[in-house]
């Protein structure tokens, strides 16, 4: 993992996941691309076009300015850390997607949430469109995570195939911490009975996972959601992953579980990852 972008508009949510990203870049020994997007003013009036260039270029001036003084703030604090700052016209979602594609990220790292009174409830309209598109995984930061490693990661999974090869995308990640990767099934329907059908569930999960450290745990709850916020509980772990289908967003796993997961009160970072997102060997990826 080389190129970690983290996009920010300067407002709290956005300074949160940015002192994630940092922490986070360093100790992994990724460049962190801090990204800012902003809106050229509209204008309903007959003024000169000097005037308006003027104006947009004083937005320019005042951004970059921000972002100049955010990495001083973050070398500060971290010595080793490796940044740029890309500064570009647009709405915040399709240039995040188009900075990510251009860097060939491996990670966006933003907030989980906006700053209206809405988005305290709902994930930020931002975050949701760049889930939707992003090419590689989106790491959805909440206002109060802090970075203190990653020793567990637990994959919320419905243990189809596609499902179970995606999780090959986060090994390499789990790797550089050594963490231990816990896949975790919320069996809403009371499907699994038996001793032996959860052990073959762990077998069929090892089998298309290779990955050392690794363990398996079953759920009983009605609600996904709930069987989540419990197994959370009971075994607490740094970063949450969930699973996503592009064009079929509003069925899937994460959707029904990302409001209350993503709310003002949760704590856990959830990393969520695109059906087609594939694992890429070490070196094979074109910079």
């Known amino acids: 993992m080389n190129q970690i972008l983290c996009p920010t508009d300067f407002s709290p949510a956005a300074g949160h996941a940015v002192a994630y990203a940092a922490a986070l870049s360093e100790q992994i020994n990724a460049r962190l691309v801090l990204l800012h997007a ?4 509209v ?11 003027d104006a947009k270029q004083q937005i320019k001036l005042a951004a970059q300015k921000k972002l100049d003084k955010l990495v001083q703030q973050l070398e500060k604090i971290h010595p080793r850390l490796a940044t740029e700052t890309k500064l570009l016209a647009g709405l915040g979602s399709e240039r995040i997607l188009d900075a990510a594609r251009d860097i060939h990220a491996d990670m966006i790292v933003m907030g989980a949430t906006g700053t209206s009174k809405l988005s305290r409830l709902l994930i930020g309209s931002t975050t949701a469109a760049v889930i939707r598109d992003a090419d590689c995984p989106v790491l959805c930061i909440p206002k109060e995570a802090k970075f203190n490693g990653i020793n567990r990661i637990a994959f919320a999974t419905d243990l189809q195939e596609d499902n179970l090869a995606s999780a090959m995308t986060v090994t390499p990640f789990a790797a550089k911490f050594g963490a231990e990767l816990s ?50 509980k009971k075994q607490p772990a740094d970063l949450l992953v969930m699973f996503t289908h592009p064009r079929r967003l509003g069925e899937t796993l994460f959707n029904q579980s990302v409001t209350r997961m993503m709310s003002h009160q949760a704590k856990i970072p959830l990393l969520a990852i695109r059906r087609m997102d594939q694992p890429v060997p070490s070196g094979e990826r074109k910079r």
């Open 38 to 41: 902003y809106e050229s003013p």
């Open 43 to 53: 204008v309903f009036s007959s003024a000169p076009l000097t005037s308006i260039r």
């Open 183 to 232: 896949f975790i099934y919320i069996d809403d329907k009371h499907l699994l009975h038996s001793d032996e059908a959860i052990e073959e569930m762990t077998r069929r999960i090892r089998r298309r996972v290779k990955y050392p450290k690794l363990s398996g745990f079953i759920a009983k709850n009605p609600s996904i959601t709930k069987g989540l916020e419990t197994f959370l």
